[in-house]
Nanobody, 125 residues
Framework: HVQLVESGGGLVQAGGSLSLSCAYS????????MGWFRQAPGKEREGVAA???????SYADSVKGRFTISSDNAKNTLYLQMTNLKTEDDAMYYC????????????????????WGRGTQVTVS
């Protein structure tokens, strides 16, 4: 099994920055890709950013140029650096991982992932 634990959420003013972390543990050698998703009340879950085992990244158009995903395999941690935050970024953010092969065209598709964290809240005022 793989466990994911997010941290780093909080309250930030519009225009500010926040960095999220996702610590992963367990059978991490099986992970092929990881991603960040978010869900605001009344809205569908949205893929925000993802990274595959080759280091290739994908971003939602709404966050391109503002968010950066990275992974430190030595620390078993996935990061999401968020800058120039907007009120529309206000949501619960979830870390996700896939233990099966990830297709590059589907990195922001939630059905790609079979392991999910519990989420961390980001509130933008």
């Amino acid at each position: 099994h793989v466990q994911l634990v997010e941290s780093g959420g909080g309250l930030v003013q519009a225009g500010g920055s926040l960095s999220l972390s996702c610590a992963y543990s367990g059978y991490t050698s099986f992970i092929d890709c990881m991603g960040w998703f978010r869900q605001a009340p009344g809205k569908e879950r949205e893929g925000v950013a993802a990274i595959d085992s080759d280091g290739s990244t994908s971003y939602a158009d709404s966050v391109k140029g503002r968010f950066t995903i990275s992974s430190d395999n030595a620390k078993n941690t996935l990061y999401l650096q968020m800058t120039n935050l907007k009120t529309e970024d206000d949501a619960m953010y979830y870390c996700a991982a896939s233990s099966t092969r990830c297709w590059p065209s589907a990195l922001l598709d939630g059905t790609t992932y079979n392991i999910w964290g519990r989420g961390t809240q980001v509130t933008v005022s």
